[in-house]
């Protein structure tokens, strides 16, 4: 018999009109769908509102979805888990709730929560998938749109999914009301899971991960992130990485070993390391999403931004920079010394790889870079403390090498002549014995080509370079770079072959920002490893260096020394050259190291790759391995972290045109301001043309260290005031 339509009380609810009654009844606004859609498709649907009354004027018996507004005032939320790592974790971030919902293939992949106030949608996208994949959204916190207004929707059970044809249903026991919550926790929430994803996604491979683990809490820990969240994001990341044997009991090991030591102020492995194993996008957008990248704002600034307001001094060579016997040794004798340990390893390394010579290098492009150094200590004159470095280290290396000892030359930097001659090769002259010509030795030369170069004065040899005629300059560039010098002086010609010169130097801030002119060209000063110096602690009494027993360390570094000077071609092994990236890619530790950098600080460490790779040679070969590891680049990457931040702390502001340089301190010194009329005829004493001054108030209007004002009613030609810009002096 059919049915009668006389009357409402005779007609049978559909299935979808009982679904939208209990929608109702949550206090939700349902919305109807065409069945096996996702969309609505009735007009000003975002302002329907139906209820008991108008129920069946929308659902009239045929088949259909629903859906419901968000965003409500209610403040309902929907956190929509679209990629299968945020599905895996999401009960580790998401509050507790009564509602949760998905699909036969995607379960669970809807968490409802109300609200307040009324969330606004925010969506979670891997910046590194493709716009339009898939894989691109991890998680979307669905609520009220961009402009604060309802109208956005989700399909919820009893519906049927438009891509799948499976039905949408409740997760079993979770049919009740969603929890309330405040916006705020929930949006941290949210945005934790979806950077624990991201982080999960892109996590280097095995060898490297608990490297990463440590520079992951580190990192954290000192952008002011809780200790509790570091802990779920590290196990979140475990859990993705290690789906089945997370070993949770490592994974808290690895939070409290580094949150010790942060507390305790003891270094900790931390941005610098993680940069380097990390896409440096995935890792800005996930501290960005944790709400972390502010207190890191100085890292990032320095690899974007032109200027900064403020350069704090380098935080401490992290325990991986600490690498093998290197560290070991540093450790040691660190207690017993006032001296810097950032300075003391680089002045081991430095040591280290003058005495393995010039036999073992490592190839880039057509350049072949040995394991001599250049490194400047930066430091006050008496706390400083740079020069009770020389003893901690040269204690040891005078007697693994005695024919080293006589190698090492204090200061002496005075002339290009005199550096090539310490290094020399045989000299010939002509002789004649009955009439006819023979070569006769006149100068045996040097055979040891190994020369190590302690200049505690470096200021003077600054100085020296300004002579006119002086080579010394180009003598440092050519022994950095080849190991070739050639002096070409008339009287007495000098050449040198395979020299091996490392040297380091030490200088006050003082007298190096007088210095810093034509004389520290690009070219001369990228070839240090410039490195900030302070006392590390008071030791009334002198310390017990002399005391300590060496004679198995001495005889183990003296044994491993002896082994790597006949290696020659080091090359890194396949997890390292995946760690330094690839050819014509734009990822991995080289093209980040390769990156611009602004001012003088770029200048001076524009070769930051060359510089990573020696440091990486050396503590390969202290190693006793022939083969580059991605944990010595990591180690080496550290290391440079520390000298760039010097570089940065000690050169910040400065500026490689010498005119703006003398403009800006001109302009900090005139708070009124100056004219360009001043600036020509007081400033530079008329002895700088239009056009360079014009170059330079430009280099420092882009550079947002100046800006110009007009001045009115100056009754002719329109006049402009010039200001420095409020900044807080780098050094």
Same mark, same amino acid.
């Given at each position: ?505 030490? =200088?006050?801030? &003082?007298? #190096?920002?007088?210095?810093? /002119?034509? +004389? $520290?060209? %690009? ?126 702390? =000690?050169?910040? &502001?400065? #500026?490689?045109?010498?005119? /703006?340089? +003398? $403009?800006? %301190? ?66």
């Amino acid at each position: 018999m059919a049915c009668s339509m006389s009357g409402p009380h005779l007609a049978l609810p559909s299935p979808a009109a009982t679904a939208a009654e209990s929608w109702i009844k949550r206090g939700c606004w349902p919305v109807p769908i065409p069945s096996r859609e996702k969309k609505p498709v009735l007009d000003a649907w975002q302002h329907l509102r139906i209820t008991h009354e108008n129920l069946d004027l929308y659902f009239n018996g045929a088949a259909q979805n629903i859906g419901v507004l968000l965003g409500d005032d209610n403040g309902l939320a929907d956190v929509d888990l679209d990629s299968k790592e945020a599905l895996l974790i999401a009960s580790e971030f998401l509050p507790d709730t009564g509602l949760i919902f998905g699909h036969k293939s995607k379960p669970a992949s809807h968490y409802f929560y109300r609200t307040d106030p009324p969330i606004i949608t925010r969506q979670f996208k891997d910046p590194l998938a493709a716009k339009k994949n898939d894989q691109a959204m991890i998680v979307e916190l669905r609520g009220r749109k961009s402009d604060n207004t309802v109208g956005l929707q989700t399909v919820v059970p009893p519906s049927i999914h438009r891509d799948t044809g499976e039905p949408i249903t409740f997760e079993p026991g979770y049919d009740r009301d969603p929890a309330k919550v405040k916006a705020r926790d929930l949006g941290a929430a949210v945005s934790t899971l979806a950077a624990t994803v991201l982080l999960a996604r892109h996590w280097p491979k095995e060898g490297l991960r608990h490297h990463a683990f440590l520079a992951l809490a580190g990192t954290l820990a000192r952008s002011g992130v809780e200790a509790g969240v570091i802990l779920a994001l590290h196990r979140g990341i475990y859990r993705v990485l290690w789906p089945t044997n997370a070993d949770f009991t490592a994974c808290a090991s690895e939070i409290n070993t580094t949150l010790e030591k942060e507390k305790a102020g003891s270094p900790t492995t931390a941005f610098s390391t993680l940069s380097g194993l990390l896409n440096p996008v995935v890792l800005k957008k996930a501290l960005e999403w944790l709400n972390a990248s502010q207190g890191l704002a100085h890292v990032y600034d320095r690899r974007g931004p032109d200027t900064w307001d403020s350069i704090p001094y380098p935080q401490p060579i992290g325990a991986v920079g600490f690498h093998g016997i290197a560290g070991e040794y540093i450790r040691l004798v660190e207690p017993h010394t006032e001296a810097d340990p950032n300075f003391m390893l680089l002045y081991f390394l430095c040591a280290a790889g003058n005495v393995i010579g010039r036999g073992p290098h490592v190839r880039a492009g057509g350049d072949q870079h040995s394991a001599n150094l250049y490194v400047c200590a930066v430091g006050s004159t008496s706390s400083g403390r740079k020069g009770s470095a020389t003893a901690p280290v040269e204690i040891l290396f005078r007697t693994v090498d005695n024919k080293w000892s006589a190698r090492i030359q204090a200061g002496g930097l005075s002339s290009g002549e005199g550096l090539v001659y310490a290094v020399r090769d045989p000299t010939y002259s002509r002789e004649e014995t009955d009439g006819r010509y023979r070569e006769v030795e006149s100068d045996p030369g040097v055979l040891d080509k190994r020369l190590f170069v302690r200049q505690s004065e470096f200021h003077g040899a600054l100085q020296n370079m300004k002579r006119n005629g002086n080579n010394l300059s180009a003598m440092i560039r050519d022994g950095w770079d080849r190991g070739e010098l050639n002096s070409m002086t008339k009287n007495s010609p000098l050449h040198a072959t395979n020299a091996h010169i490392s040297i380091v130097a030490s =200088i006050t801030p &003082e007298e #190096l920002r007088r210095s810093l /002119a034509d +004389e $520290i060209d %690009n070219g001369f000063a990228n070839r240090f490893l410039w490195c900030c110096s302070k006392r590390s602690k008071y030791l009334p009494s002198g310390g017990r260096l002399f005391d300590l027993d060496l004679t198995d360390f001495r005889n183990r570094f003296g044994l491993r020394l002896d082994q790597v000077k006949k290696y020659t071609d080091i090359r890194r092994d396949p997890e390292a050259e995946e760690l330094w990236g690839r050819d014509n890619s734009n990822r991995g530790m080289y093209a980040e190291l390769c990156r611009e950098r602004p001012g003088l600080f770029g200048a001076v460490t524009a070769r930051a790759a060359p510089q990573v790779l020696r440091l990486a040679l050396i503590l390969a070969l202290l190693d006793g391995k022939d083969l580059i590891s991605a944990t010595h680049l990591t180690a080496a990457r550290e290391i440079w972290r520390y000298c760039e931040e010097s570089a940065r702390f =000690i050169f910040g &502001e400065k #500026l490689q045109n010498p005119i /703006a340089n +003398e $403009i800006l %301190n001109a302009l900090r010194s005139a708070p009124t301001g100056l004219t360009r009329k001043h600036i020509f005829e007081q400033v530079l004493g008329k002895h700088k043309s239009k056009d360079e001054i014009i170059d330079a108030l430009a280099e420092l209007e882009r550079r947002s260290l100046a800006r110009r004002e007009p001045v009115p009613n100056t009754g002719g030609r329109p006049a402009e005031l010039w200001f420095a810009e409020t900044k807080n002096s780098a050094c």
